[in-house]
């Protein structure tokens, strides 16, 4: 039987199968070089993938039929884990930089290594609320050089990083209210086992979840 005589509900099953749940590792780079500069984004255009998934994407190349069926399977089953480094590093101030496949991407986990936070304002921010509506799941994790003292050293190396990590929960409460939508609230929760080493971990996802005891809902 030719595979495109099945039904339609059988194909995308099959997708699913071929292509499974995946983690891909996208160098974004460094983002105070490059296109970064003026306009960070989420989910960088270009970027690389030094890490190979285990699974093949070959399929797609078959025909046009099966191209336009799978590549949302592709993507809705993949996390995308992007990572930047910077000097002065900037929270993004957009999702999408323009990336081909970006609607039918549903999960991404963004994250800065950096030196120093710059000052985060949210009327830089431009995040368009019909892209942020389409993802389940968004981690942002920013770890500054400057905030790994914060816990055990001077007063002010404490104030930075106290600064710093409420520019990301800002951050974070402004893209769950551009991903709220009628399909249900959007929750946010920190992740409050690296703050010791100067790292803010916090996670946003669409429908229930159970919140771990290592997590605190943020309000």
């Given at each position: 039987?030719a595979?495109?005589s099945l039904?339609t509900?059988?194909r995308?099953?099959?997708?699913?199968?071929?292509?499974?749940?995946?983690?891909?590792?996208?160098?974004g780079?460094?983002?105070d070089t490059g296109t970064?500069?003026?306009a960070p984004?989420?989910?960088?255009?270009?970027?690389?993938?030094?890490?190979?998934?285990?699974?093949?994407?070959?399929?797609l190349?078959t025909?046009?039929?099966?191209?336009a069926?799978a590549?949302p399977?592709?993507?809705?089953?993949?996390?995308?884990?992007?990572?930047?480094?910077?000097?002065?590093g900037?929270?993004?101030?957009?999702?999408?930089a323009?990336?081909?496949?970006?609607?039918h991407?549903?999960?991404?986990e963004?994250?800065?290594?950096?030196d120093?936070?710059?000052k985060?304002d949210a009327?830089?921010v431009?995040i368009?609320e019909?892209?942020?509506?389409?993802?389940?799941?968004?981690?942002l994790?920013?770890?500054?050089e400057?905030?790994?003292?914060?816990?055990?050293?001077?007063?002010?190396?404490?104030e930075v990083?106290?600064?710093?990590r409420?520019?990301?929960?800002?951050?974070?409460?402004?893209?769950q209210s551009?991903?709220?939508?009628s399909?249900?609230?959007?929750?946010?929760?920190?992740?409050?086992?690296?703050?010791?080493r100067?790292?803010v971990v916090m996670?946003?996802f669409?429908?229930k979840r159970?919140?771990?005891?290592d997590?605190?809902?943020?309000t």
């Amino acid at each position: 039987m030719a595979f495109l005589s099945l039904p339609t509900e059988i194909r995308l099953e099959i997708y699913s199968h071929v292509f499974g749940d995946v983690v891909a590792h996208v160098d974004g780079g460094r983002q105070d070089t490059g296109t970064e500069v003026g306009a960070p984004s989420i989910l960088p255009i270009p970027s690389s993938q030094p890490h190979r998934r285990q699974r093949s994407a070959q399929l797609l190349r078959t025909c046009k039929t099966i191209l336009a069926e799978a590549r949302p399977i592709l993507y809705q089953h993949t996390i995308f884990r992007i990572n930047f480094q910077a000097f002065a590093g900037r929270l993004p101030v957009q999702i999408n930089a323009g990336h081909p496949s970006f609607p039918h991407v549903r999960h991404l986990e963004w994250s800065l290594s950096c030196d120093m936070l710059k000052k985060y304002d949210a009327k830089d921010v431009n995040i368009d609320e019909d892209e942020a509506q389409h993802l389940q799941t968004l981690q942002l994790t920013c770890q500054a050089e400057n905030w790994k003292g914060s816990f055990c050293g001077e007063w002010c190396d404490r104030e930075v990083f106290v600064r710093g990590r409420q520019q990301v929960i800002d951050f974070a409460r402004l893209v769950q209210s551009k991903m709220g939508n009628s399909a249900g609230p959007v929750t946010l929760v920190e992740d409050v086992r690296y703050l010791s080493r100067g790292r803010v971990v916090m996670r946003l996802f669409r429908g229930k979840r159970v919140v771990r005891s290592d997590e605190f809902i943020v309000t």
